[in-house]
């Protein structure tokens, strides 16, 4: 089975489980929260895994910078919602705990992608001049 660039990423990968974490919890809500919070923790925390696979497929520099910053706001609305799920009492000190370790996991790589790709479009920009 052919092998996507993207599944090779550190990254890609810790997002991953970012996501499994917290569909897990998730399943814990109240129902009543399926429409809520529920929902919108989901769509944010796919969006950093699918923000850093589309980036990495953008043949700009400027647009790879873009969906990384992205998948970083996207990763920084999760870990606020998560705030909002413990402060109502949907998860516990530990559970929010793991979940920030990993959080800050992926944050490092990102910005660390993003500092990297910067450096490379500066030297290209100074390649042209």
Known sequence: MKTYSFENLNVWKESRKLVLMVYQLQNNFPSYEKYGLGNQIRRAVVSVSSNIVEGNYRLSLQEQIRFIEISFA?????YCQLVLAFDLKYIDETQLSECKTIIDKIR???????FRKKEQLTAQSNNKK
């Open 74 to 78: 996207s990763l920084m609305e999760v």
């Open 108 to 114: 490092h790589m990102l910005m660390t992608m993003a």
